[in-house]
Each structure stands twice: as C-alpha cells, then as structure tokens.
C-alpha cells in the first residue's frame, strides 16, 4: 500500500519489465505514474488521485498493459500521452471533473472492456491511431466518446450521455 499526501504514491522512470500489482495507491497528484517506461504491467490496483491522475503513462512509455484496476481521479482517471502499443483493458475508470480515459498523441493503442465514467469526458482521444471496442462509456454532462484528428477503429461501445454519445471531429 502506498499513500502519499503531495507528489506521487507510485512512480516508474526508465524502467523496463516492472510488475505492478495489487496495490492500494493514493496520492495528491498522481496515484501511479510511468514515464519513459516500456513493458511494464499496471494491474489488479486500487488508484485514486484527489487533484490530477490515477493512471499516467506519459512521454514513450510503450508497450504497458494497464489492466483489471479501480481508479478514481479529480481530473483524469487513465491518461496516456506520446505513448503507443499499451493495452488499457478491463478497467473501472471514474472522475468527478474532466476525463475518464484521455489519449493524446500515440498509436497503436488498444482501448477495452473498460467501465468509465465521467461528467465531461468518459474518453477523449486526440491526435492518434487506436483500437476502441467494447467498452462502457458515460458522461453525466457532455461526451461518452470524443475523437479529434485521430484515425481510429470504433466498434461494439456501449456509449451513453446527455449531449453527445460519439463526437467526432476532424
């Protein structure tokens, strides 16, 4: 078990084949944090952030399976940026103010059987090429599923929210 009242309950830099599992992780700022770090497994965790992330895979961190985790954040509950070939899956994903899953400029990622909830964004994904299939994806006040300048497969979602379930935009 890892709490932390400011930075970070759990933090991963250039590191390679790390093993992550059945952690209760609660931190100010981000829960679990991964950057530059490749072929490391993030699953079966219980991680909440009150101000930032609960799950950030940021700057090449590729090749992750993110998996089977509760998260729960203020701001963003999995976030991944130039990051590529990661398998977010299976997941139950909550926030109270912005996003639920966001990417930002990666491919090759597969996005699945995920639980995500979140009041503006359950999943937000910009500027990259990913696999979305069978996820649940609410918003209580705007987007269920939101893509911009992104090629992406989209199939059997389960996409639900008061003013747009799938917003495309390219």
């Known amino acids: 078990n890892a709490t932390v009242s400011s930075q970070y309950a759990i933090y991963i830099r250039s590191s390679t084949g790390n093993t992550v599992q059945y952690n209760n992780a609660t931190a100010a700022n981000n829960a679990i944090y991964l950057r530059t770090a490749t072929n490391n497994n993030i699953s079966n965790n219980d991680a909440s952030a009150s101000t930032n992330y609960a799950i950030y895979l940021y700057l090449s961190s590729h090749n992750n399976t ?51 909830s979140a009041p503006n964004y359950a999943l937000y994904i910009q500027g990259s090429f990913n696999n979305i299939t069978n996820n649940n994806a609410s918003a209580s006040s705007m987007y269920a599923l939101y893509i911009t300048s992104t090629i992406s497969n989209i199939t059997n979602n389960n996409l639900t929210a008061s003013n747009y379930a799938l917003y495309l935009d390219s």
């Not at 994903?93 to 491919?107: H, K």
């Open 66 to 116: 993110v998996q089977y985790n509760n998260v729960s954040a203020s701001s963003y509950a999995i976030y991944l940026t130039t990051s590529s070939n990661n398998n977010i899956s299976y997941n139950n994903a909550s926030v109270s103010s912005q996003y639920g899953i966001r990417l930002f400029s990666g491919s090759n990622n597969y996005i699945s059987y995920n639980n995500v």
